[in-house]
């Protein structure tokens, strides 16, 4: 691919500048010099030139091929087609462009001598190249003579400035225009590449290098620039000169314009940009990506961002400032280096102290901004002790840094370190400031994030230690939930389930939602679960548990309001009983034939509104039904009716499915997967295994001591009976103690025993007396209070439950593994 560039058109015939120039194509040496000095590329163009091949031009010193010196002056004889003038001329010539180095474009025209011609009238460009690679400057130039009006364009080459990137100024309209021609020059690159550097170049305001995936050409200079460069220079002056608190020099104020009043403007409409780009969500790792992206590369070529691991944590920590022993956390890194090559010496998640003799430690401490000028092999030395075994020196010495400290409410939270390239201008004071108030509004903005994270972190740890952690198997039911938070803004709710072993090997299982979202709705979730646990232990009838749990939610205030489903399951009658206080009905699937429906149930108003009778219903179901509760987060979405949901809701329950945790996954894919959902959910699913009735014993005994031994007989037979002969010690022993403490406490109506085989083995006895019994401590001669004791030590699990009648007390003995 020959890189001679030609000004308006892709290709260009090889029979001589003057045809070219009548054809409007300009043929350009395009020469780039590296960092030490020596070209690195020479184009065709360079060779017609200059007239010296690329084998000896290509690692030669630039000055040695490069004899061109001199800016453009006022008595420098101009082509008559009127494009330059000394004003578009700026800074030094080529010769000192090539030794010192540049920071803008440059311009000129000079004379060389060459061996094929005398003498050769020559208009240069020169800008200075960032990034990465070794590359420092491009120089394009162009022989006059070609640029001579002719007969065909008497104001030279159409009148226009030499613009290989097809434009006469950064700021325009054709910039669509020009990245579709970028590929005519370089056919190697798309169209894609070329929109991304035509918008690198009009967001910079003055050319780049850029590389393309094999070849290392200059592909985007633009040479109307120059007035645009040269004010910024300018401003450049004013701001130093402001910063300085110097009087302005007579060159900067000729032209008329405020350039202190134009710098601080444009500091001022950075800040502004920076600002409108961050804090645009309270999430703190999208915020911390935000900050760092910010300032890369406009301000910094590096921007590395630490922050105390209890911020990132989303957690509080103490007063008082940092010392040698505060962990600062890596949460982002950005750069404009090549890919990789920070990341494995300093990569983003490590944690670590600094000295007090770091520039870093300084910052934290007096939460003022640091700068550095340039950062010495000393320093860098010093800096680089802190990162064990990876020597970061050759990527910090020589580059201007700038520490500072994001901050809070007079809070250090964290701080950013800037670096800027060896190449670029150095950090100054009215940086330092500029700095200062990007890093304030960034440390506010973080700090909401941060408390918004805090907030959110507390509640749902709230949250979370209320929801239960149920059982997955109770007497006849198999049991699976699912608890989801909020997509949205406020993502903690008051969605809960629960579920509630009661006398007669019955479960009571609940759903409910607290109206609203946040800590106060988590709370009042709380106080609601609670309640209710309260009330099933004393086996209220669903409709009553609901009338009391709305008393309640009026005596705690009429801010919230809640919807509730309370069902009883008793799986040796097979039947449900169920009230709704407002809540989406529950869905029963059908065993038999895998047909759900939608419970038609009285339903009641919402916890909280008060005066409301609720009503309650009893459902036969048959082993294996399947019992489905949710809150509306499941099933509504913003825009759709409630139907839809209800009915997707019934489809997906139906499927099949191995295990109670598939057919729960099953439902959260159907109904979470449509989008729009911003609410909690709660979903419980339960299995109606039942109980079979040879599984059941019932005695009824007569308040009479002989009671006793008859009751001890029957649970040893029955044991048998059911091949559970190694229980029967234990269970005769303390269906003794039971059923003597129910006949002495009994007012004349029967104690009743029964067993239960399920999982494990139910034993409950049930009596008209209401008091509780509970544990005493019995002494060495008393006659009672060793009864209960011995029940806590031998049972499982054990308990008493009042009753509408008067109590039930029960314990529990874990089944032979043997069993059937």
């Not at 039942?690 to 029955?718: C, H, K, N």
Request: aromatic content about 4%; some cysteine; charged content about 25%.
């Amino acid at each position: 691919m020959d890189h001679g560039m030609d000004v308006g058109a892709s290709s260009r015939p090889e029979d001589g500048t003057a045809d070219q120039a009548a054809s409007g194509r300009i043929p350009l040496a395009v020469v780039v010099v590296d960092r030490d000095g020596l070209v690195s590329h020479w184009s065709t163009g360079a060779r017609r030139l200059f007239a010296v091949p690329r084998e000896e031009a290509v690692g030669r010193p630039a000055l040695d091929l490069l004899p061109v010196s001199g800016a453009l002056r006022p008595d420098d004889p101009l082509p008559p087609y009127g494009a330059y003038s000394m004003d578009d001329g700026l800074g030094p010539d080529l010769e000192s462009s090539l030794e010192t180095g540049l920071s803008y474009p440059a311009a000129g025209r000079a004379r060389l001598s060459t061996p094929e011609d005398n003498r050769i009238d020559v208009l240069w460009w020169a800008y200075p190249l960032v990034g990465p690679g070794r590359e420092r400057l491009l120089v394009l130039a162009a022989d006059v003579a070609a640029l001579q009006p002719g007969p065909d364009d008497p104001e030279g080459v159409s009148g226009e400035h030499i613009a290989p990137a097809f434009a006469r100024h950064t700021d325009f309209d054709g910039a669509d225009d020009l990245a579709r021609r970028l590929p005519e020059i370089l056919p190697s690159m798309s169209v894609q590449e070329s929109a991304r550097i035509v918008s690198q170049v009009l967001e910079l305001g003055y050319p780049v290098l850029e590389f393309s995936q094999n070849e290392r050409v200059p592909v985007t200079p633009d040479w109307g620039v120059s007035r645009r460069v040269e004010r910024k220079v300018r401003r450049e002056r004013a701001a130093r000169a402001v910063a300085a608190g110097q009087a302005l020099p007579q060159d900067l104020t000729d032209d008329g314009e405020d350039l202190e009043y134009v710098a601080v403007r444009e500091r001022l409409e950075f800040l502004n940009e920076v600002s409108g780009k961050i804090g645009t969500s309270l999430d703190l790792a999208r915020t911390i990506v935000e900050v760092s992206r910010a300032v890369v590369p406009r301000f910094t070529d590096v921007a590395g961002t630490y922050l105390r691991e209890q911020v990132v944590a989303g957690e509080g920590f103490a007063d008082g400032v940092p010392d040698t022993t505060t962990l600062w956390h890596r949460v982002a890194l950005e750069h404009t280096d090549e890919p990789g090559r920070w990341d494995d010496v300093v990569p983003v998640g490590e944690s670590m102290p600094f000295p007090a003799h770091t520039p870093f430690f300084q910052c934290m401490t007096t939460g003022e901004p640091v700068l550095v000028p340039r950062i010495s092999e000393q320093m860098g030395h010093m800096i680089a002790a802190q990162f064990e075994k990876r020597d970061i020196r050759p990527l910090i010495t020589g580059r201007s840094m700038l520490v500072v400290p994001l901050k809070a409410r007079n809070v250090v939270l964290g701080f950013m370190i800037l670096l800027r390239h060896p190449e670029r201008v150095e950090f100054n004071d009215m940086d330092r400031v500029t700095g200062a108030e990007l890093a304030a509004r960034a440390g506010l903005v973080l700090d909401n994030a941060r408390m918004y994270t805090y907030q959110e972190n507390v509640a749902e740890t709230l949250q979370d230690s209320m929801l239960p952690h149920i059982a997955p198997r109770m007497a006849g039911c198999d049991i699976a939930t699912r608890y989801l938070p909020g997509t949205l803004l406020g993502r903690v709710g008051g969605d809960w389930f629960d579920s509630v072993k009661l006398p007669g090997a019955r479960t009571a299982v609940v759903v409910g939602d607290v109206m609203g979202h946040g800590l106060n709705s988590a709370a009042m979730m709380g106080q609601l679960r609670t309640a209710v646990q309260t009330m099933a232990a004393l086996d209220l009838p669903p409709a009553q548990l609901l009338r009391n749990l709305d008393d309640l939610a009026q005596r705690l205030g009429d801010t919230y309001l809640a919807t509730c489903l309370y069902a009883i399951y008793d799986p040796i009658e097979s039947e449900l009983h169920i009230a709704n206080a407002g809540h989406i009905p529950p869905v029963l699937v059908r065993a038999e034939d895998g047909r759900s429906e939608l419970l038609d149930l009285p339903t009641g108003a919402p916890i909280g509104v008060g005066g409301v009778p609720f009503e309650s219903a009893r459902v036969r179901v048959d082993p294996g039904d399947r019992l489905v509760m949710c809150t509306d987060g499941l099933v509504e979405v913003r825009g759709e009716d409630i139907g839809v949901g209800l009915a997707t809701l019934c489809e997906s329950a139906a499927h099949p499915a191995a295990s109670m945790d598939d057919a729960c996954d099953t439902i959260i894919r159907a109904l979470n997967t449509r989008g729009g959902r911003k609410d909690d959910v709660a979903l419980l699913l339960a299995r109606l295994n039942g109980i079979e009735p040879d599984d059941v014993a019932v005695w009824r005994l007569t308040p009479d001591a002989v009671e006793v031994g008859r009751a001890r007989a029957a649970v040893r037979e029955q044991l048998h009976e059911w091949q559970l002969a190694k229980l029967a010690d234990t269970a005769e022993l303390l269906v003794g103690e039971l059923v003597t403490n129910a006949v002495r406490h009994s007012h004349g109506r029967p104690v009743e025993l029964r067993l239960v085989r399920g999982d494990n083995l139910l034993c409950e006895v049930d009596d008209d007396d209401h008091a509780l019994p509970s544990l005493l401590s019995a002494g060495p001669t008393d006659e009672a209070g060793r009864g209960l004791h011995v029940v806590s030590t031998l049972a499982r699990e054990w308990g008493a439950t009042r009753t509408g009648a008067g109590k039930t007390v029960w314990f529990e003995l874990t089944l032979p593994r043997t069993r059937r």
